[in-house]
């Protein structure tokens, strides 16, 4: 599966549009991150618990957006998008969106 964050792949004529296809997870923070996160917060620096969790995240939501392309017979996806947004106060939900298309 080719993914791009452009509306084109290049080299690639789009032969059909398939539609809109996405995927998403949320996660929640885990209370010994949270501690490591509040010492950190203390004395600076990242916070790798959490990154890792959300890249985590981001590899879920991907994942997830491509089978539903290759569900729809897809063998690409272009213009794709990640976004984040707060669910509640200790969970963050991941969406990966964009157009499923056959490519030559």
Do not use: C, W
Request: zero cysteines.
């Amino acid at each position: 599966m080719m993914i791009a964050t452009t509306e084109f792949i290049p080299g690639k004529e789009v032969m059909e549009y398939k539609g809109f296809v996405k995927g998403n997870t949320i996660q929640a923070k885990h209370i010994g991150s949270d501690i490591m996160a509040g010492l950190k917060n203390i004395v600076g620096g990242e916070i790798k618990e959490y990154s890792s969790m959300m890249e985590k995240a981001r590899k879920v939501a991907i994942k997830r957006m491509v089978e539903e392309a290759e569900s729809l017979g897809a063998n690409a996806i272009i213009s794709v998008r990640l976004q984040t947004s707060s669910v509640m106060n200790s969970a963050s939900e991941i969406v990966a969106y964009g157009t499923a298309v056959v490519v030559e």
